[in-house]
């Protein structure tokens, strides 16, 4: 199981921010009204954790099919700008079987260009008898 | 501040349904490509879909309101989804209901106290079969 070439996404945009925002429902200024970000001390709109969760849940789904996944847990680790430019990839940790499927665990991971570390995220898949 | 009375506040059921020009509209946002989620009748929903129950969830049915965590020192620690078996597709009724599960306390690196609160909400099809769960984790500062 060779993992396919990193998710790259970037420069993030605004426009990126405010079309997650749309399709989430959630509407934090934080992450789309400039001057409510700078009185919170942010330098600009901050990224939302979640649309770093939905690039590596891309990425990881685009490798071993979307009807696959059986878990996917993120955990948020440093802030993300529009400028940025994040790279999702991962690997493949551990494989077994349970309940008679065979599964995979996958580690993943966020960074920034500048080699922050913005997500980690944990994935499980079916392996084989996934309805597509 | 967090109220640790939230401990155990459950919500009210409410009914999500999955349609399939919102998991494009979402597939999109997340730079997904694939025909699953863009070209299918039906297609099943991303990993992080779930998050969209807030347009489904207010008022009685978000118990996440009663935590009162401070939105100046708040965060999004973490977020889990588990699926029992495929996940939902467009065209499904789900039913779901949340409960704040946890709320418990930890010393950061710098000396400050971090209270964490964890909000469970489950997601049950029209038989009652429980199909997927999400966790929330969130984090005040001191």
Redesign the interface.
């Known amino acids: 199981m060779t993992p396919p070439a990193p998710?790259v996404?970037g420069p993030l945009t605004r426009t990126d921010l405010v079309?997650?925002q749309?399709?989430?429902?959630?509407f934090n200024p934080i992450h789309h009204d400039e001057p409510f970000a700078r009185a919170?001390g942010l330098p600009a709109p901050l990224a939302l954790?979640?649309?770093q969760?939905?690039?590596m849940?891309?990425w990881?789904?685009?490798w071993l099919?979307?009807?696959?996944?059986?878990?996917?847990?993120?955990?948020?680790a440093a802030k993300v700008f529009p400028g940025d430019t994040l790279t999702c990839a991962g690997e493949v940790a551990r494989r077994y079987t349970r309940d008679g499927e065979p599964r995979v665990d996958l580690e993943l991971t966020c960074t920034t260009q500048a080699g922050v570390v913005a997500a980690r995220a944990w994935?499980t898949f079916v392996t084989q008898g996934?309805?597509? | 501040m967090v109220d640790t009375g939230a401990l155990g506040a459950a919500g009210t059921p409410f009914e999500m349904e999955i349609e399939r020009g919102k998991v494009r509209e979402f597939a999109r946002a997340v730079f997904a490509t694939d025909p699953a989620y863009l070209s299918d009748v039906e297609p099943v929903i991303p990993p992080t879909f779930l998050t969209t129950a807030f347009f489904w969830q207010h008022g009685d049915s978000d118990p996440w309101e009663k935590v009162a965590m401070d939105q100046s020192r708040g965060l999004h620690a973490e977020q889990e989804y588990v699926f029992h078996g495929p996940p939902p597709r467009a065209g499904d009724r789900l039913t779901a209901q949340s409960a704040v599960t946890e709320i418990y306390t930890k010393t950061s690196r710098g000396g400050g106290t971090l209270t964490f609160a964890v909000m469970v909400t489950e997601f049950r099809d029209a038989s009652g079969r429980l199909v997927a769960e999400a966790r929330q984790t969130g984090v005040e500062t001191s």
């Open positions: 998710l996404v079309r997650y749309g399709a989430s429902g959630d919170a954790g979640m649309l969760a939905g690039l849940a891309t990881a789904t685009g099919g979307a009807a696959a996944v059986r878990r996917f847990r993120v955990r948020f994935a996934a309805t597509a």
